[in-house]
């Protein structure tokens, strides 16, 4: 009988522990994807990549024969430990054996070992799986990991409890007719295109709650701000005091996260040349002034005067920027048209919201806001739209039985790394997108 305890010897080390310098001399092994193989004849610069970075390898030319390799190989490595300057981190492995667990069976179709591909957007999406395995491609999801992993951290520390919820639905959160519709067991079902049903209900259960998941939204856009589905950062706050709670929190986030990428993914954003930007303070400007302010200071007509223009987007984060320094700003009070029915309305002046919108450098990345949390004014809302109660009985039961003040918002993930990164296409910083042309790989 053999019983499992959690403990694993390792048999290979790491990059950090090469690097340390505590094994200069010492015989290890190391596992890993050939990334370059240099033959300068007597003696090879074999490349190794892993997950943590590259790692250079010197191998005989005897060594080499008995096992050659081709580049993008998984091989494991044996060898001695040297200090050598002129390789990544001033340490190299001086190989004493080969062993090889697969090789590619045909040349690759992108060349994922140069430092910079020069390869078209629609070519990396069509071999992503091959494409991602270059370093600086790798770096963008890596620096996309931080920003989850601080959204986490940031609000498991204030109170909030996790969540997950149904992505297949009977009734969509936020209305209309851009809804994946799909037969359910023969009754009608969508794609959900927000939790944003759900997660109020649970403010009424744990207070504090949020989510990181995908939603879907049948929308026919072909630009390069939009996806099918994308991975949303959702988090909803009972009993607050107003909507500048959530817009707090949401600053909270913010500083928490730019924080963690500069000292544990530093490495990433140097080799991604990112500037981080200062989110001590951010500007917070009325909807009407906003469209106001850049009217005046671009010489451009107000168009729609109920919602912002992308045009107009980018010119809010200009003037913000000129005028403030600011990569940020929080646009809020919009029209009530223009946002869903659970939307709080100003007390003093219902033809606006408590809502607001982030944008950051140009670009919508969160829409959130209080919202209702009265059954006879949800209702009185709902019947004013010429809204029924119809699929949504859950959800209104939770506002008969008592619900607290609340709000929240939605974080677009892939938007906020595209404008960190100054990326120009939201697919650049999705793993596999999925949008009008594609659905695979």
């Known amino acids: 009988?053999?019983?499992?305890?959690?403990?694993?010897?390792?048999?290979?080390?790491?990059?950090?522990?090469?690097?340390s310098g505590r094994l200069d001399g010492e015989q290890v092994t190391m596992r890993g994807m050939v990334h370059i193989i240099r033959d300068m004849g007597e003696v090879s610069f074999l490349i190794l990549r892993k997950a943590e970075g590259l790692v250079q390898c010197v191998c005989s030319e005897a060594v080499f024969q008995q096992n050659p390799c081709k580049e993008e190989a998984a091989i494991e490595v044996t060898g001695i430990v040297h200090q050598e300057q002129r390789a990544p981190g001033g340490y190299e492995i001086r190989l004493e054996s080969i062993r090889i667990f697969s090789e590619p069976t045909e040349a690759l179709p992108v060349p994922v070992n140069k430092w910079k591909m020069n390869t078209s957007l629609e070519a990396k999406l069509q071999y992503r799986t091959v494409s991602l395995r270059n370093p600086k491609e790798r770096a963008k999801f890596r620096i996309q990991?931080?920003?989850?992993?601080?959204?986490?951290?940031?609000l498991h520390r204030e109170g909030f409890t996790e969540i997950h919820t149904p992505k297949l639905v009977a009734k969509n959160a936020e209305g209309g007719a851009n809804v994946f519709k799909l037969e359910y067991f023969h009754h009608p079902a969508a794609l959900a295109q927000s939790p944003q049903f759900y997660k109020q209900m649970m403010v009424g259960v744990f207070d504090r709650v949020f989510e990181v998941a995908p939603v879907f939204r049948a929308e026919k856009h072909n630009t390069k701000r939009h996806l099918n589905e994308y991975t949303?950062?959702?988090?909803?706050?009972?009993?607050?005091?107003?909507?500048?709670?959530?817009?707090?929190?949401?600053?909270?986030?913010?500083?928490?996260?730019?924080?963690?990428?500069?000292?544990?993914?530093a490495k990433e954003l140097e080799m991604l040349q990112v500037e981080l930007p200062d989110v001590s303070r951010i500007p917070s400007v009325p909807f009407a002034k906003a469209k106001e302010l850049v009217a005046e200071k671009y010489n451009r007509q107000i168009r729609n005067p109920h919602d912002l223009e992308p045009e107009e987007e980018q010119l809010i984060g200009r003037y913000f920027k000129e005028e403030y320094?600011?990569?940020?700003?929080?646009?809020?009070?919009?029209?009530?048209?223009?946002?869903?029915?659970?939307?709080?309305?100003?007390?003093?002046?219902p033809s606006v919201t408590?809502?607001?919108?982030?944008?950051?450098?140009?670009?919508?990345?969160?829409?959130?806001?209080?919202?209702?949390?009265?059954?006879?004014m949800l209702r009185e809302k709902m019947e004013k739209r010429g809204m029924t109660e119809d699929g949504m009985d859950a959800y209104l039961r939770a506002f008969k039985d008592g619900m607290p003040p609340h709000g929240g918002l939605g974080i677009g993930l892939e938007r906020l790394t595209m404008k960190l990164l100054g990326e120009d296409n939201v697919r650049e910083t999705t793993l596999f997108p999925r949008d009008l042309s594609r659905l695979e790989p």
Request: avoid cysteine.
């Open 232 to 265: 949303s950062m959702d988090f909803e706050m009972g009993y607050i005091d107003g909507y500048e709670d959530i817009m707090q929190m949401e600053t909270g986030f913010l500083q928490y996260t730019m924080e963690l990428l500069k000292t544990e993914y």
């Open 145 to 154: 990991e931080g920003i989850v992993r601080g959204f986490r951290d940031y």
């Open 325 to 349: 320094g600011a990569d940020f700003v929080f646009v809020t009070e919009y029209p009530s048209k223009k946002r869903p029915f659970y939307a709080m309305d100003d007390p003093k002046d």
């Open 354 to 376: 408590l809502s607001f919108d982030l944008l950051f450098r140009g670009m919508e990345i969160t829409t959130g806001g209080q919202r209702i949390h009265e059954y006879p």
């Open 1 to 19: 009988m053999e019983f499992m305890t959690g403990e694993r010897k390792r048999t290979d080390i790491s990059v950090a522990e090469l690097l």
